[in-house]
């Protein structure tokens, strides 16, 4: 919990680490889903006849 | 070996495909020591308390922001002097984590500011120069978006990065030009840094963190944007039907 509290500046600690934690996870998770879905699509055509 | 063979998009999709997962473990890695050491090691800060701990993001994600700029006008150079489409490639790659990083600099510079300074924001150079960073970053991205032909798209691009690199070394001098809110720099080349061992070493895993991330990162997007772009290619069929890279 002393942890957490950082010394009353929890919010302002956890706010700045927060945002920072969805903004990497916004781009993994974009780049990589995006990645996928190209790659699928370039596998189908190249299935295709 | 020949090392120009992999400024061929054929050559160098795969080996990006091997290469980035690498990058992001050690990245992962990096983080956590980063983080072990700047919350757990580092003493709490004699003037700022635990708040100053927000610094283990906030410096590296400034250098990154501005660095990444740097290194896409590197590519634009290359582009634009030799016409190799990996060098525009990989610069438009870099675009978006630039703009993360220049996004994620200036939010946690708010919320390092609130409590060490008493506001969020202040129109001080600095800042202000950062923010014009990120509205440069949306503008090159835009600015490929807004043209149809690629190639097209590549040229001017790479001349709007190399004009908008004007902006990196105002960002970097500005605590030195304008004497207004930020303060000047903590760690620099030439002098010795005026922080803690600690909090020192904390920063700079955490920098090499955020330059191994940006890798990783790059490489899987410069391999989505191959995959756009080298569409139909006879290499690509041949790659993706020879193995699930």
């Known amino acids: 919990m002393q942890f957490l509290d950082m010394g009353n500046y929890g919010f302002y600690v956890w706010t700045a680490y927060g945002v920072t934690a969805l903004a990497i ?20 055509e190249e299935d295709a006849p | 070996m020949n090392l120009y063979r992999y400024s061929a998009p054929a050559a160098f999709y795969p080996i990006a495909g091997v290469l980035a997962p690498w990058f992001a473990l050690a990245a992962a890695l990096c983080a956590l020591v980063g983080l072990y050491v700047g919350f757990v090691v ?67 510079g708010a919320f390092w500011g609130r409590p060490t300074w008493g506001t969020y924001w202040a129109w001080d150079a600095r800042m202000t120069s950062e923010l014009i960073l990120l509205f440069l970053y949306f503008g090159v991205i835009a600015l490929r978006n807004a043209i149809d032909d690629p190639r097209r798209a590549d040229r001017a691009c790479a001349v709007f990065t190399i004009v908008g690199a004007v902006n990196i070394p105002i960002i970097y001098f500005s605590v030195q030009w304008w004497n207004t809110l930020h303060q000047g720099a903590s760690v ?58």
Do not use: C
């Open chain 1, 25 to 44: 996870a916004i781009e993994v998770i974009g780049v990589r889903l995006r990645w996928r879905a190209l790659a699928r699509a370039a596998g189908e």
């Open chain 2, 42 to 108: 580092a003493p709490t800060d004699f003037q700022q308390g635990q708040a100053y701990r927000i610094i283990f993001i906030h410096v590296p994600t400034a250098w990154m922001s501005m660095f990444i700029w740097l290194v896409m006008a590197f590519w634009s150079v290359l582009a634009l002097a030799l016409n190799t489409r990996l060098s525009a490639m990989m610069a438009q790659a870099l675009a978006p984590t630039g703009a993360w990083m220049t996004f994620i600099a200036l939010w946690t």
């Open chain 2, 188 to 245: 620099s080349l030439t002098a010795a840094p005026s922080m803690a061992a600690t909090m020192l070493v904390g920063m700079l895993v955490m920098a090499l963190a955020a330059w191994l991330y940006t890798i990783a990162v790059v490489l899987v997007r410069v391999r989505t944007i191959i995959l756009e772009r080298e569409r139909g290619a006879a290499w690509l069929d041949a790659t993706l039907a020879t193995r699930r890279v």
